[in-house]
């Protein structure tokens, strides 16, 4: 399939918009790029609170991929983004090549999934019981599972960790099991204030992103690279784009003004600064 890039320069990441519901009052979903918490198959309750705690230049969460399994998110959530006109991607996590094979095929025949997410860079996978994927041939492996069941028409994301020294091996791996584009990146493993696995987001993760974007898109020109990592102003987002990012998504900025994303979003389209 061609790799161009069809969607838009601003995406909502994954678990940052809540169901959509939350978004809804600041943001128009009509037409916007957003990507829902990640789904498993089985519903998961989350990790016990307190789950976030705020850092000089960010956050630190433990949210332990709280939702409420793919049965109930096909019945509830979906249809509400769909009817709200927001272009649908579906994060997916598993703790097993079966897994996520089963993820894309059911996603694949659901009404209104725009596209997939693979979540290949949760910052505790061991604790979480999840598919490791530290190695680039074992996220390659995901993808490559995932592809064969989800339709050629429509894009699948490979997420990758920050990891600037396999940044490159792991996009063009997963490149070349069927990625459309790869999202750069994720949290970075760090710890709670009470010592429990955490993962960091926000501004402090940026200039890890920003490097990660700049050596795949140097090294990899034709693949499309989605940029993520304390995108908080249209500056942020420019930023990106100009080190090769096609699109950027807006995360943890949300949680302090969910106002950002249409800000961003609005301003690019308009070129202000």
């Known amino acids: 399939m061609s790799l161009a890039w069809r969607g838009g320069r601003v995406m909502v990441a994954s678990g940052c918009g809540g169901t959509g519901r939350e978004l809804a009052a600041y943001a128009d979903l009509a037409g916007l790029d957003f990507v829902t918490r990640s789904i498993t198959l089985d519903p998961r309750p989350g990790s016990p609170g307190p789950r976030i705690a705020e850092t000089p230049s960010g956050l630190v969460n433990a949210i332990g ?18 009817r709200a006109g927001a272009r649908v991607h579906v994060s997916i996590v598993g703790s097993t090549l079966g897994e996520h094979a089963d993820l894309a095929r059911r996603l694949s025949r659901a009404p209104g999934v725009s596209g997939l997410e693979v979540n ?40 990758l960790r920050l990891d600037p020294s396999r940044a490159v091996e792991t996009s063009r791996l997963v490149h070349e099991a069927g990625a459309t584009a790869v999202v750069l990146g994720n949290a970075l493993s760090a710890a709670m204030p009470d010592g429990r696995p955490g993962g960091l987001t926000g501004p402090a993760v940026a200039p890890v992103a920003l490097r990660c974007v700049r050596d795949v898109c140097a090294v990899l020109p034709d693949l499309p690279v989605v940029a993520a990592g304390g995108v908080a102003s249209p500056d942020d987002a420019r930023r990106f784009l100009a080190a090769g990012a096609v699109a950027v998504q807006v995360g943890t900025a949300l949680l302090h003004d969910p106002t950002t994303v249409a800000r961003i979003a609005e301003a690019l389209s308009r070129g202000e600064t």
Do not use: Y
Not at 122 to 145: C, I, M, N, Y
């Open 120 to 159: 290949l860079s949760a910052p505790d996978q061991a604790g979480e019981g999840l598919f490791e994927t530290r190695e680039p041939f074992h996220a390659a492996s995901v993808v490559a599972a995932v592809r064969r069941e989800f339709s050629d028409d429509r894009p699948v994301l490979a997420k």
């Open 65 to 82: 991929l709280q939702n409420p399994g793919l049965e109930h998110f096909l019945a509830t959530e979906l249809p509400w983004l769909v």
